[in-house]
């Protein structure tokens, strides 16, 4: 009957309000997938911008989907309620991951505690409520403190009391609306989390998501190394000297120009090293590289120290493959950094990828919401269906 159902004007509220409780639960699946959509194109946009604080966003949205998904059902929530609270809890981790991971900690604390305790299920399930909120805006706080703490104690409190406002307006209105559904805490706390999850989501749009910019030039985001996909990829030993010609028809190609440009306008923005001219990356693919065949889902770059080869950097990869002309050129121009010293760190490969493979960067955001949130309405499921399990017998 979804989205028109039943209803029928005829005058007055009461219609309309028969009608939206007909259609609750596909109006709160309908707000979760939105939610849940809003966090993947925010994290997008931020990794399309070459911005490594992308990972943090999608860290955030795992975190908030998971804790949120199991929230709602610990509180007796049917799957429209999980899957509402997890698409929300999902976009308040990209909003303000640090709440997010604020939150999972103090639910998992709490619950944690009380089991060991010997609570029973619904202390069990407010304990974890409880400690959501805490962790929540204790999180939020922290986050925003500990970005302004270089000016002084006063100022970090000043910040983190401004950031964490739009949490504690949220979750007090959520928490008043929550306990007129059904005059119980735990709809009361149910409706505070939700609460403060959007006061959190709101909080951040209006900031702007928190200092993005200022993050990666200030070097405040931990620049873990590592080569291919992060450290993910080894080195291959199945060498194949006839690869040469194709890196170096990809070298001259226009293509590889415009990415290298692209890659350059990004390094300078961003504080990495710029490439070396293509010529130069000619110059190396002919006297100092070697080159692996191998698929491109294990593409990668090394230097020396990092394999076997006599050269001082190997390429692997297929670039005579429908998609190795893309690979190639991401290789190449972690090559040509490389030349000039840049080390493989998460800010540099993000660059890379938006430069060169933008499409791997939206196809991470998208899987990264849609895993916050099914991994929150999964481990929802799981974790009452064990308790329940449990207190049976």
Do not use: C
């Not at 059902?73 to 509402?84: A, E, N, T």
């Amino acid at each position: 009957d979804f989205p028109f159902g039943s209803w029928r004007a005829s005058g007055g509220m009461e219609p309309f309000m028969r009608w939206a409780s007909d259609q609750a639960p596909w109006i709160k699946i309908t707000v979760g997938g939105v939610a849940m959509a809003g966090a993947v194109v925010a994290t997008g946009a931020v990794a399309a911008h070459g911005n490594p604080y992308a990972f943090v966003m999608g860290a955030g949205a795992i975190a908030g989907g998971v804790q949120g998904g199991i929230e709602a059902s610990l509180s007796g929530g049917d799957f429209s309620d999980v899957m509402l609270t997890a698409g929300v809890g999902a976009a308040f981790g990209a909003a303000v991951p640090w709440g997010a991971f604020g939150a999972l900690a103090g639910s998992a604390g709490s619950s944690f505690t009380a089991w060991a305790a010997g609570g029973n299920p619904k202390q069990i399930a407010t304990a974890y409520q409880w400690g959501g909120l805490a962790g929540g805006i204790g999180g939020d706080f922290t986050g925003a403190a500990r970005t302004a703490v270089k000016f002084g104690a006063r100022r970090a409190l000043q910040h983190g009391l401004v950031q964490v406002g739009p949490d504690l307006l949220g979750g007090g209105a959520g928490a008043i609306i929550g306990y007129h559904v059904d005059g119980t805490s735990t709809s009361a706390l149910h409706g505070a989390t939700l609460g403060m999850m959007a006061g959190g989501i709101s909080g951040g749009l209006a900031r702007g998501l928190p200092g993005v910019r200022r993050g990666v030039e200030s070097g405040t985001i931990a620049p873990a190394t590592g080569r291919g996909l992060i450290g993910f990829i080894k080195p291959s030993q199945n060498y194949d000297p006839s690869l040469r010609t194709a890196y170096e028809e990809i070298v001259n190609s226009t293509a590889f120009a415009r990415d290298l440009a692209k890659y350059n306008q990004l390094a300078r923005k961003y504080g990495q090293t710029e490439s070396a001219t293509a010529e130069q990356i000619l110059e190396v693919l002919r006297s100092d590289t070697a080159f692996a065949r191998t698929w491109n889902l294990r593409a990668g770059l090394f230097v020396g120290g990092e394999h076997s080869a006599a050269q001082r950097f190997v390429i692997q990869g297929n670039p005579l493959s429908i998609y190795g002309p893309r690979a190639a050129r991401h290789e190449l121009v972690h090559l040509g950094a490389s030349i000039r010293g840049q080390a493989d760190v998460f800010a540099h490969e993000i660059l890379v990828q938006r430069a060169t493979t933008p499409e791997v960067l939206y196809g991470a955001a998208t899987g990264i919401g849609t895993v916050g949130a099914g991994l929150g309405a999964g481990l929802a499921y799981g974790i009452r269906w064990s308790i329940n399990q449990v207190w049976s017998e």
